[in-house]
């Protein structure tokens, strides 16, 4: 079976090896480091973390470093500071912290079109990174350039909810649809996030509207799903995992898209 991929971000709750190892084992396909929080040395712990669990299992769990961008923290939410470039001094900064450990993915936040994501790949081709580029999706500019951010990037990320806030809500689902129908015409992986499994944050049991949106995004051809908060401070990290997997892998036999692969 093509299994849709899982990508599991990695924080408090989840930053013992152990709990890693426990994710992988029953259904993590990729690492999500958000560098919205934490510091360098926690996030470069987290990758050998990662990569070491992974070699104990035989396996490969490619690790995105997930750019902040030019959002600006309120507390636990943040706002969009417009007025800045896309790709920020911090940005900047945290690249060049990890270009040793070989990333295999920079997510680049609050694009806005395919210039954006030629200015990235300059700067990980001059940090001497093969690290490829997902563009996320949040702002109303990259709707409107999205068959250009989509040639120009190796992937895309459906980031509901800065993308919710910045477009009317009951458009979303749409939007999400149509640049995912964008993406499997052309071969390009896509992602959606944000909110899929908010249910078990604090609880052992999806709600139904959670497996139901789950369900929806592998229909509509997503490569992958994306546990946010569930695993970064969830109290239960192994369990969304397992339960997302469940969920995705009955989906996949419901669908005859072929969609590309991170």
Same mark, same amino acid.
């Given at each position: 079976m093509n299994k849709t991929q899982i990508i599991t971000t990695i924080g408090p709750a989840c930053s013992d090896r152990r709990i890693i190892t426990d994710m992988i084992k029953v259904g993590m396909s990729i690492a999500r480091l958000n560098f919205s929080w934490g510091t360098h040395d926690e996030h470069r712990e987290f990758v050998l973390d990662v990569r070491m669990a992974a070699e104990q299992l035989g396996v490969q769990i490619p690790i995105i470093q997930d750019l902040s961008g030019p959002r600006v923290q309120t507390g636990a939410g943040h706002t969009i500071d417009t #007025? /800045?470039?896309?790709?920020?001094?911090?940005d900047m900064d945290?690249?060049?912290?990890?270009?040793d450990m070989q990333v295999e993915y920079v997510a680049l936040s609050f694009v806005k079109n395919a210039d954006d994501i030629a200015q990235l790949r300059t700067l990980i081709n001059n940090l001497n990174s093969g690290s490829k580029i997902i563009a996320k999706i949040e702002r109303?500019?990259?709707?409107?350039?999205?068959?250009?951010?989509?040639d120009a990037a190796?992937?895309?990320?459906?980031?509901?909810?800065?993308l919710g806030d910045a477009i009317p809500f009951a458009t979303l689902p749409f939007?999400?649809? #149509? /640049?995912l129908r964008r993406?499997?015409?052309?071969?390009?992986?896509?992602?959606v996030a944000t909110e899929m499994l908010t249910s078990m944050i604090s609880s052992q049991h999806p709600s139904r509207a959670d497996v139901s949106d789950m369900a929806q995004a592998v229909l509509d051809g997503a490569s992958a799903t994306m546990l946010s908060n569930e695993t970064a401070v969830g109290k239960y990290p192994v369990k969304a995992v397992e339960v997302m997997r469940t969920v995705v892998?009955?989906?996949v036999q419901h669908t005859e898209a072929v969609v590309a692969r991170f």
């Open positions: #007025d /800045i470039a896309v790709i920020t001094q911090k945290d690249l060049e912290a990890l270009a109303p500019e990259a709707i409107e350039q999205i068959d250009s951010i989509i190796d992937g895309i990320m459906i980031a509901r909810g800065d939007v999400k649809k #149509d /640049i993406c499997v015409a052309v071969g390009v992986p896509a992602i892998d009955e989906a």
